[in-house]
């Protein structure tokens, strides 16, 4: 009796002991549902203020999945300096509240840029120290404005061409030396952020990539205060991996903090109309995914800024509308909002790095 009496005491000790275990690795596995808890670097997106309000899904994800936010048009000068005297921070602002309120990092894009300038910018006439004026007044309003409230800023955006020349732009045409000023401009206005030149298919493009390794050693040498750089990483299923990585490399040599800054990964960039998302592309794009973080995480710690991707679902990606192509397919959630394949791909695959 005694014998039998202890044997259910010892039964009833592991099948607590079991309940314990299994209730730890449910919360592990829930805990381990989340990219974020994988990486050891700020994981983020850029989003959209009216789809924060309107649609829950996409911001249960803004609020869940990431630790960083951008936002993808906001503060970018046509939207945030409509007209010479008025700046208008109201988009930009509901962003930021948000990042606040679910504890996110923020990060600031763009200062300077090319595209999507007001008409008001575009019709400016003046001489080079109106221009001057102009840059530097933006420039300050709005760095001034999210002081304290932005991790960095991506201050100049795209500069370079394709062969490694100065893009024409509003400012290179205006401006001599319009991105060392900016960057210094930025510095004075917000001297904690952390600040980033920012561009776009170096891979395969060795002059482009060599202007902004040149760049870069230039404003160093001056002691203009450049931090990081941005790759935003707008690739697709058949980018290659070797100029990728290459471009990876180069860009970690120059000690500066890096930032996959826009990432989405194409699945039909030749916009076939009759493309079918099936499988065996969706899993070429996974193992892109996988390449692309398993690279990232063998950078320094210490030049992990983060990596964001460019929106959140399929049906929230740029490359829909901008490039009139309905059937693309980019990023990890689906037009439902669902993780795809590729998202619990990533996990499994980072989990052995760990
Ligand atoms: O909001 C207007 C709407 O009122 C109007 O009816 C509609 C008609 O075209 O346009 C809407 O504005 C669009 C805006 O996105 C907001 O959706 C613009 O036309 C469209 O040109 C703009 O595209 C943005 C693009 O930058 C502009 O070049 C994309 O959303 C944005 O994802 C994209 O982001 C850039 C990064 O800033 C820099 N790197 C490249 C990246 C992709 O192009």
């Known amino acids: 009796m005694k014998q039998f009496s202890y044997f259910v005491k010892l039964n009833l000790h592991s099948m607590k002991l079991i309940t314990l275990l299994l209730g730890l690795s449910y919360c592990l596995s829930a805990q381990d549902t989340y990219l974020k808890n994988i990486v050891k670097f700020p994981l983020g997106a850029s989003v959209n203020p009216r789809m924060l309000n309107e649609n829950e899904a996409y911001r249960n994800i803004a609020k869940e999945e990431w630790t960083s936010l951008t936002a993808e048009n906001h503060m970018k000068m046509m939207l945030i300096h409509p007209a010479a005297d008025r700046f208008d921070f109201t988009k930009g602002d509901e962003i930021v509240a948000f990042a606040a309120k679910t504890g996110k990092r923020m990060h600031g894009h763009t200062l300077v840029w090319h595209n999507q300038v007001p008409q008001w910018m575009k019709d400016f006439q003046g001489d080079q120290q109106a221009w001057e004026e102009l840059l530097k007044n933006h420039i300050q309003t709005v760095a001034s404005h999210y002081k304290g409230k932005m991790a960095g800023w991506d201050v100049v955006n795209e500069s370079f061409l394709d062969d490694g020349s100065l893009r024409p732009s509003l400012w290179a045409d205006h401006i001599p030396d319009y991105i060392a000023k900016s960057f210094?401009?930025?510095?004075?206005?917000?001297?904690?952020?952390?600040?980033?030149?920012?561009?776009?298919?170096?891979?395969?493009?060795?002059k482009k990539m060599q202007a902004i390794l040149d760049l870069v050693s230039d404003l160093k040498r001056r002691g203009i205060p450049i931090h990081g750089l941005g790759l935003q990483m707008h690739i697709n299923v058949d980018s290659k991996r070797n100029e990728l990585q290459e471009v990876l490399d180069k860009s970690v040599a120059t000690g500066l903090k890096i930032h996959l800054s826009e990432l989405d990964i194409a699945v039909n960039p030749k916009n076939n109309p009759d493309f079918v998302y099936e499988e065996k592309v969706a899993s070429a794009q996974a193992e892109q995914f996988n390449f692309v973080f398993k690279s990232y995480m063998m950078i320094p710690a210490a030049q992990q800024y983060g990596i964001t991707f460019w929106n959140i679902s399929d049906k929230d990606s740029w490359l829909r509308g901008y490039f009139k192509r309905p059937k693309e397919y980019p990023l990890l959630f689906d037009d439902n909002y669902a993780k795809k394949p590729a998202y619990t791909s990533l996990i499994n695959a980072l989990h052995s790095l760990n």
Request: aromatic residues 18%.
């Open 184 to 206: 210094q401009w930025a510095h004075e206005a917000d001297p904690d952020a952390i600040l980033f030149y920012n561009d776009y298919g170096q891979d395969g493009k060795p």
